[in-house]
Every structure is written in structure tokens, then in C-alpha cells.
């Protein structure tokens, strides 16, 4: 089965972690808190070509929550507390993204469903 989605620079992300938000850890995480995750890996998609410990010093400087409190319409508090529901999620680490919740940007994504029953 293949379903289509309009995505552009600025929504890929979100539609992404919106379909994801049913399967660990993001389903943990409220609209809000996708919202700013989203933020956060599109900063990161945007220095993909920067090693990743100096990426993250880029993705999580007080410049980069700005820009994501005005894009969000909050407070910078704001910025900072959703944050850190994410550390406490396991989203993010202390002012690092963890690599293995990277989701990098791709053309087409592929479910494999397994049976729980059947390791």
C-alpha cells in the first residue's frame, strides 16, 4: 500500500513524527512537544553536513530556541520547559539530539510489521 503525502521544508517533519506518535517514544510526546522535536530535527536536517557533537551545538544554542519559540508562537520558557519533557521522555539528551531518534529526511518510508507472537 502507498500513501501520498504533501510535505514541504517546513512540514515534513511534523507529518512524520504525527504518524509516529503511536509507536515509542513518541508516543509519549504531546502535539507540542512533536511540534518542537520537529523543529529540532529540521535544524538538524539543515546542518546534516556539520559533525553531529558540533551539529548539536548549533541545533540547541539560544539563537536556534529563539527562532523555534517565535516559529511556535511561545515564550522562550516555554522552549526550554517542552524541552525538557522531551530530556525526561528520552527524546533528548541534556542539549543533544540521541541518535537513534534521528529521523532523516527521505523520499519514502517503509513500515515492516512483525507479529509480537513471533521474535
Do not use: C, W
Amino acid at each position: 500500500m502507498k500513501i501520498r503525502i504533501k510535505v514541504n521544508e517546513d512540514t515534513y517533519y511534523i507529518k512524520l513524527l504525527y504518524i509516529l506518535n503511536k509507536i515509542p517514544p513518541f508516543n509519549k510526546l504531546r502535539p507540542q512537544e512533536l511540534e518542537l522535536y520537529a523543529h529540532l530535527l529540521t535544524v538538524n536536517h539543515k546542518y546534516r553536513s556539520i559533525p553531529f557533537k558540533e551539529r548539536n551545538k548549533l541545533i540547541f544554542n539560544y539563537d536556534t530556541r529563539l527562532d523555534i519559540s517565535n516559529k511556535m508562537g511561545i515564550k522562550l520558557t516555554g522552549v526550554y520547559n517542552i524541552m525538557s519533557i522531551l530530556k525526561n521522555a528520552g527524546v533528548i539528551e541534556q542539549d543533544s539530539l540521541i541518535p537513534k531518534y534521528v529521523l532523516n529526511k527521505s523520499e519514502e518510508v517503509t513500515f515492516i510489521f512483525e507479529d509480537e507472537d513471533h521474535n
